[in-house]
């Protein structure tokens, strides 16, 4: 089983910056990905960046300039720095990571819990 766990969230004022942390623990070969999901009050979760193994990453348009994904393989742990907040970024963040446990084996998707991000003045 693998634990995720997100921490770093909480009240920023618009334009101000937030970094998010999920780190992944428990039992598995490796980590093909590492996703972060947005959910704002009364709406489903959005996709807004993934890492894979390898490094390479990619995020939405609505947050391109503004946000970048990184992580860190030693730690099992993805990182989501926030720069520029605005309103619209309030919401629960989620984590989403794909682990292995064996190779060759089908990989399975664990989610975290979330950390809440509010941004107002």
């Known amino acids: 089983q693998v634990e995720v766990v997100e921490s770093g969230g909480g009240l920023v004022q618009p334009g101000g910056s937030l970094r998010l942390s999920c780190a992944a623990s428990?039992?598995?070969?490796?980590?093909?990905?590492m996703s972060w999901y947005r959910q704002a009050p009364g709406r489903g979760r959005e996709w807004v960046a993934s890492?894979?193994?390898?490094?390479?990453?990619n995020v939405d348009d609505f947050v391109k300039g503004r946000f970048t994904i990184s992580k860190d393989s030693s730690k099992n742990t993805a990182y989501l720095e926030m720069n520029s907040r605005k309103p619209d970024d309030t919401g629960t963040h989620h984590c989403?990571?794909?682990?292995?446990?064996?190779?060759?084996?089908?990989?399975?998707?664990?989610w975290g819990q979330g950390t809440q991000v509010t941004v107002s003045a």
């Open positions: 989403k990571v794909v682990a292995r446990q064996r190779a060759g084996r089908p990989s399975t998707d664990y």
């Open positions: 890492i894979v193994s390898g490094g390479a990453s």
């Open positions: 428990g039992r598995f070969w490796n980590l093909p990905a």
